[in-house]
Nanobody
Framework: QVQLVESGGGLMQPGGSLRLSCAAS????????MGWYRQAPGKQRELVAV???????NYLDSVKGRSIISRDNRKNTVYLQMDSLKPEDTAVYYC???????????????WGQGTQVTVSS
């Protein structure tokens, strides 16, 4: 089993910054892609950022330029740094990891439970 636990959410001020963390644990042989989705009430889930095992990054257009996704492979942890926060960044943020528990087994997708980010004055 692989578990993902997010942290770093909460109430933020417009123009402020946040740093989300997501640590994977359990029986992990390897992790490929890691990243973050978010979903606001009444809206569709959207991919915020993704980082591959090789370090390639991609971002949602609305956060590009003010966000950085990174990872620490030794800690099996992915981070999302976001600056210049806007009220429209308010959402539940979910981390994900593509991982496998055995060598040569298929890659499976794992999800965190979500962490609430509220941007309001």
């Amino acid at each position: 089993q692989v578990q993902l636990v997010e942290s770093g959410g909460g109430l933020m001020q417009p123009g402020g910054s946040l740093r989300l963390s997501c640590a994977a644990s359990g029986r992990i042989f390897g992790i490929n892609d890691m990243g973050w989705y978010r979903q606001a009430p009444g809206k569709q889930r959207e991919l915020v950022a993704v980082i591959t095992s090789g370090g390639s990054r991609n971002y949602l257009d609305s956060v590009k330029g003010r966000s950085i996704i990174s990872r620490d492979n030794r800690k099996n942890t992915v981070y999302l740094q976001m600056d210049s926060l806007k009220p429209e960044d308010t959402a539940v943020y979910y981390c994900f990891a593509q991982a496998r528990t055995r060598s040569f087994s298929p890659w499976d997708d794992y999800w965190g439970q979500g962490t609430q980010v509220t941007v309001s004055s």
